[in-house]
Nanobody, 120 residues
Framework: QFVESGGDTVQPGGSLRLSCAASGFIRGYYGIGWFRQAPGKEREAVSCISLSDGSTHYLDSVKGRFTISRDNARNTVSLQMNSLKLEDTAVYYC???????????????WGQGTRVTVSS
């Protein structure tokens, strides 16, 4: 099970750092992904990091603004979000799958999410 934290209300252009804490990782599950769901919209993948080779993946609209990273010692995966935009407003979740290429339906151990609101 993952626990997300770090969500807040910020102005456009601001920054936030989200954390995804895990009590442990599932054997054979190497992808840790961040997802978001805005009101009235479907959940979408934002970023993913592979625990096997450290490769990272990003939604096109967040490339250059968001950075995903891992802290193996603390069993956490963070999402640094800079230059936030109104359209980044959503509840952000983390979950795991065998790999980052897996479809959303393959991800499991969803947390409760952390709310990010970008508002002027």
């Amino acid at each position: 099970q993952f626990v997300e934290s770090g969500g807040d209300t910020v102005q456009p252009g601001g920054s936030l750092r989200l954390s995804c804490a895990a009590s442990g990782f599932i054997r054979g599950y190497y992808g840790i992904g961040w997802f978001r769901q805005a009101p009235g919209k479907e959940r979408e993948a934002v970023s993913c990091i592979s625990l096997s080779d450290g490769s990272t993946h990003y939604l096109d609209s967040v490339k250059g603004r968001f950075t995903i990273s891992r802290d193996n010692a603390r069993n956490t995966v963070s999402l640094q979000m800079n230059s936030l935009k109104l359209e980044d407003t959503a509840v952000y979740y983390c979950a795991t799958a065998p790999g980052c290429a897996n479809s959303l339906s393959s991800f499991r151990s969803w947390g409760q999410g952390t709310r990010v609101t970008v508002s002027s």
